[in-house]
T-cell receptor, first 114, second 111 residues
């Protein structure tokens, strides 16, 4: 069964805690992306990675960190420095990074800060 | 900085009617994508438009791209309730890799 998996589906965090969101893909896609979506709004890019062991900041990287040690995996850590982390987080992949490559989205993780 | 604007942001229409959603963007690009999002769900790819004048159709939806006007349209023909969702356009920067999304158009089709 191919695709993009994100876990957990729902996540609750206390103030001051770091949490890590998982994103795994078996599509053999090179590029992976993390987006944040707030209610009633579009998607904003947090981080992206075009190849293993390399990643770039997006528009709202502050308070987040990522790693890309394997092609299949691109975990996102929401640190305590992120002041308002409650949101819907979406992971996406594309076949190769570059022009004209459609992005495909995982099912998302909904993070709530208690 | 690339900016993407959709209008309208909210659209309520009757079944059987036609309507168009507009997506304007601020800098040169000839690659644009349309996605659909159901409430509480992820994004589903609808159309990939990769050149000026591109037109794609799927069922009651048709998307087009005019890169000179920096405008894409998503036309809905004879709307049905199942089309109720939020529709996003996303524009790819000329350097590739990154997409910038519009705010989304929340479409409600009433019986």
């Amino acid at each position: 069964d191919g695709g993009i998996t994100q876990s957990p589906k729902y996540l609750f965090r206390k103030e001051g805690q770091n949490v890590t969101l998982s994103c795994e893909q078996n599509l053999n896609h090179d590029a992976m992306y993390w987006y944040r979506q707030d209610p009633g709004q579009g998607l904003r890019l947090i981080y992206y990675s075009q190849i293993v062991n390399d990643f770039q900041k997006g528009d709202i990287a502050e308070g987040y960190s990522v790693s890309r040690e394997k092609k299949e995996s691109f975990p996102l850590t929401v640190t305590s420095a992120q002041k308002n982390p409650t949101a819907f987080y979406l992971c996406a992949t594309s076949r190769i990074a570059g022009v004209g490559n459609e992005q495909f989205f995982g099912p998302g993780t909904r993070l709530t800060v208690l | 900085e690339l900016k993407v604007e959709q209008n309208p942001l909210f659209l309520s229409m009757q079944e059987g009617k036609n309507y168009t959603i507009y997506c304007n963007y601020s800098t040169t690009s000839d690659r644009l994508y349309w996605y659909r999002q159901d409430p509480g769900k992820s994004l589903e790819s609808l159309f990939v438009l990769l050149s000026n004048g591109a037109v794609k159709q799927e069922g009651r939806l048709m998307a087009s791209l005019d890169t000179k006007a920096r405008l894409s349209t998503l036309h809905i023909t004879a709307a049905v309730h199942d089309l109720s969702a939020t529709y996003f356009c996303a524009v790819e920067e000329t350097s590739g890799s990154r997409l910038t999304f519009g705010e989304g158009t929340q479409l409600t089709v009433n019986p």
